[in-house]
């Protein structure tokens, strides 16, 4: 069973630094696409940052200059250095993944637990 787990969320001061990270395993052919959500209290999850297998990379405007989204292919894994945090960053994070475990069959999204973020100021 295909599985994502998200790690390096934490409690942290404003302007400070964290990387999360995402691995996914399982049987896996390919991860057609990888992103960043981010959920705050009280509001909608929203896109943080995208990679698509073209190599595209969105950010939401209000982490562009601070956040990096990478990925390191051989481990399934990807990164968000989150760098001058603010308390608005404040929110769980989520992990996205399109998986195709089957040649035969299209990917599908798989979702991490979260882990949660927390800026203080």
């Known amino acids: 069973q295909v599985r994502l787990v998200e790690s390096g969320g934490g409690l942290v001061q404003a302007g400070e630094s964290l990387r999360l990270s995402c691995t996914a395993s399982?049987?896996?052919?390919?991860?057609?696409?990888m992103g960043w959500y981010r959920q705050a209290p009280g509001k909608q999850r929203e896109l943080v940052a995208a990679?698509?297998?073209?190599?595209?990379?969105n950010y939401a405007d209000s982490v562009k200059g601070r956040f990096t989204f990478s990925r390191d292919n051989a481990k399934n894994t990807v990164y968000l250095q989150m760098n001058s945090l603010k308390p608005e960053d404040t929110a769980v994070y989520y992990c996205n993944a399109a998986i195709r475990t089957r040649i035969s069959s299209p990917p599908y999204d798989y979702w991490g637990q979260g882990t949660q973020v927390t800026v203080s100021s």
């Open positions: 990679l698509t297998s073209n190599g595209n990379t």
């Open positions: 399982g049987d896996i052919i390919c991860i057609s696409a």
